[in-house]
């Protein structure tokens, strides 16, 4: 059919509704519909569609136009892209006849000579990775990283060799002429003339569109050097490809049907965690985060999960990128890492692996409370000056949140974490947010210095040790082991404090609610849940008891050393060792 036919047939066979409804909630007021634009920073719905005109209007940023241009803005491509998207939905053959507009010419045809260039320049580095001048790079990904062919093909990594030439020649040889060669700054003339590659022994990562257009390139070097200077290097800025306005595997995780996604530093955490069932994760390597890749996710809002690296910079990076998305009304959460430094790393640890990550992502931790727990990283808060600063810290970012009822629900949170007075943290929101700043006497007493800690019986830390007074005391024969390794002070709770003081003491399970009888009926109600609780252990299997009792000790163990140093950064190294050494101990 030819073009011109064929879109005035796609506009009358398809809803213009239906297609923005994909990817932006719609609700009919009268005969047109409404819902908040997403081409300007909006909370009301400024933007109207109308199914009898076939037309879409924001009537505060003026955007407008048919389902082509809402496409073409929306997903970043071109109307001709978008005409040939749909055209696929209802089955549309187009004629090449575009090809004649004067609009088609300027930009597009430069446009697909790009595209078709990068898919066979991907083409050759894939295939020198697997040939004999990539044995190195392909060692290291199958190697080091743990990569399966299956996963470097879905990713189309390849291998830039040192000898240039073989490429430029390879290009010459399939028919490119050099006007094109030289617009992809592939490829440059040096001093003597000659024409050299932009990127020589280093891993690429082909960056794609989610057209499937091949747009750029990211690459690691495999040259000790040059990891000094120049370990990542990145296409240069090209008529299709912008290195602010991507981010790597978006082709794959736009399509994903999880609600979240997972935000990452490295291409290699993008990759590891597809190999390992995630099709939800990105990657923002070498920018940094900006508007224009707030844009793209919000294409299809989702909570967003970061998991940047755990050193210092990684989590300034992710408290700073989690402030950027929650003004755009974005749910954010962290991934706790520890006691490793990146997701990479996580998931190819035997001790930790994907089933601990699966756990993690199950149990994300809300940014804010995140920002409490990471603000105080480098401050003595025994210090009054450091503590007011860390108090300060927290109300700033508690008042930068809109909605009253969602902070002050953040207060009482950070408050029962963080051990503060939560109606003195209240006020001192108040009174900020009347234009009153801290005083000293407003600290006075905000410190809960009893620090004792309120029982949640749902958390996994009070789980943990309920599971694991319930294993000591049906499992009488490890006594005098488990006396050497778990101290009082590693368990948190009065109850289970109580419950292990006695373990030790000797008492057996028959006899335990004799000798609590006199406690506090609140302990005894819990000590009775904890013991009888129908945890469905095969009691008879003493191996697999053994294994369990060791992986519950392991817990508390990392706990108790998470609490009592986790807070200092000048202890993270040595803590993280710490708790390294413990991920691999057999303690029974
Ligand atoms: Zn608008």
Known sequence: MKYKDAKEEIKNRISIVDVIKEYVPLKQSGSNWLGICPFH????????????RKMFKCFACNEAGDVFHFLEKYLNISYFDAVKRLAK?????????????AEYKKNEARKEALYKLHKDVANLYYKYLHSDVGKVAYDYLTKKRKLNDKTILKFGLGYAPKNTTLLYNKLKEMGYDDEVIFDSTLFRLNDENRVVGYFYDRIIFPVVDINQHIIGFQSRTLNKEEEKTRKYLNSKTTLIFHKDNMLYGYNIAFYSKADYYILCEGNMDVI???QNGYDNAMGAQ???????????????????????????????????????????????YMIDLNPVKDVDEFLNDSRLGKSEFVKRISDPIPSILYYAMTSKLGLDLDNPYDFEKYIDLIVTKLISIDNSIVRENYAKKIAL???????????????RLKGNSISKSDLQGIKDETKKITLNEDSEEFKQESNFIYLIYINEEYRDKIRDIVSVDDLHYEVTKILYE??????????????????????????????????????????????????IIRNIKINSIKSTEGDNLDNMYETNIKIKELMSKKFL
Do not use: W
Not at 42 to 52: A, Q
Not at 89 to 101: G, H, K, L
Not at 417 to 430: C, T
């Open 41 to 52: 920073p909006d909370k009301n719905p400024s933007m109207s569609v109308s199914e009898s």
């Open 286 to 332: 070498g920018t940094a985060f900006n508007d224009k890749q707030i844009f793209l996710l919000k294409r299809k809002p989702k909570k967003i999960y970061l998991c940047e690296d755990m050193d210092d910079a990684g989590i300034k990076a992710k408290n700073h990128i989690a402030d950027m998305l929650r003004k755009h009304n974005f749910e954010t």
């Open 89 to 101: 939905v209802v089955n549309i053959e187009i004629d090449n006849d575009y090809q004649s507009t």
């Open 502 to 551: 006695k373990y030790l003491s000797g008492v057996k399970i028959d006899s335990i609610f004799n000798e609590i009888e006199n406690y506090d009926q609140s302990i005894v109600d819990i000590a009775k849940r904890i013991l009888t609780y129908n945890y469905n252990y095969d009691e008879s299997n003493t191996n697999l008891m053994k294994d369990t009792l060791n992986k």
């Open 272 to 274: 590891t965690l597809y």
């Open 417 to 431: 974490q963080e051990k503060i007075d939560s109606n003195k943290l209240l006020n001192l929101i108040s009174e």
